[in-house]
């Protein structure tokens, strides 16, 4: 078995009295990919808010053997952890290359010299160099999406944690954005954390998949064997559900 990349051991994040994230532990293997569902307001964005830095919590992050939690977004961006949002946050009145160079300028360690050189390879992999001049505001979701996943790519992540990133787009687009997941998955290394309803691909995506509910861990395990699990199905899933 592999080593874990991230542990999050015994993560509590409250707002006031509402336990968004709710004494949450799990793990994720080096190279892997983790999908993460759940009901609406199960705490999937807030744990990804929690991991990133943007709020702080109770319990620790473990990201290679360093905890984590209570750092910094720059410091965790730095470190090798990005993301993408639920809500394409981008800078929308600035072009794609832009948007991209900024991202590479927060996960750091480029100068100016080869900033343009990491920026171009990355508007190459993600085969979006023709629109590299175009502003943000005027493109197709797809097209903004692929933006964000460029600026998180441009801090070269040990770990990208993507939140629905197929929500919205048509059954092309999400296949062109899944195969590029596994192609960054697997030919980068980086590791991936998926947020997704669309269980269908998720399923199709991950190693492993963690299912929340009010804040708490109700499954984690094999991707095959979570359309099977009577608690899902009755919190989650729904007894009609499609899943093939
Ligand atoms: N900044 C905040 N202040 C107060 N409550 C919040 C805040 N952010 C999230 N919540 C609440 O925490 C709970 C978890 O929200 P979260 O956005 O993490 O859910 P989610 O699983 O991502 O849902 P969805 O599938 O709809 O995106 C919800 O009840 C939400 O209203
Ligand atoms: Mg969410």
């Known amino acids: 078995m592999g080593t874990n990349v991230l542990e999050v051991r015994n993560v509590t994040k409250s707002f006031g009295k509402l336990l968004a994230v709710n004494r949450l532990s799990f793990e994720v293997k080096k190279g892997s990919i983790l999908g993460i569902a759940g009901p609406n307001g199960a705490g999937k964005t807030t744990l990804f808010n929690v991991i990133s830095g943007i709020y702080p919590c109770e319990g620790s992050i473990m990201f290679a053997d360093k905890d984590i939690s209570g750092q910094k977004p720059y410091t965790i961006s730095r470190l090798g952890i990005a993301r993408t949002f639920q809500f ?7 072009s794609v ?31 979006i160099r023709d629109r590299a001049d175009l502003i943000i505001e005027d493109l197709p979701l797809y097209d903004k999406k692929m933006v964000m996943l460029g600026a998180a790519l441009a801090t070269d992540p040990e770990i990208i944690m993507l939140d629905e990133p197929l929500g919205g787009l048509s059954p092309r687009e999400i296949q062109m954005s899944s195969d590029i997941f596994k192609k960054i998955n697997g030919d980068l290394g980086v590791t991936l954390i998926i947020i997704e309803h669309l269980m269908k691909y998720l399923i199709a995506l991950s190693d492993e998949m963690l299912i929340l509910n009010e804040g708490q861990k109700i499954y984690f395990g094999s991707p095959e064997e979570v359309v099977n699990d009577d608690y899902v199905i009755k919190v989650y899933l729904g007894e009609d559900h499609e899943h093939a």
Do not use: H, Q, R, W
């Not at 394409?88 to 600035?94: E, Y």
């Open 97 to 127: 290359y832009k948007n991209i160079e900024i991202g590479a300028y927060y996960g750091g360690g480029y100068t100016k010299a080869d900033i343009d050189e990491k920026v171009c390879s990355v508007m190459d992999y993600l085969d």
């Open 88 to 94: 394409p946050a981008v800078f929308s009145s600035l």
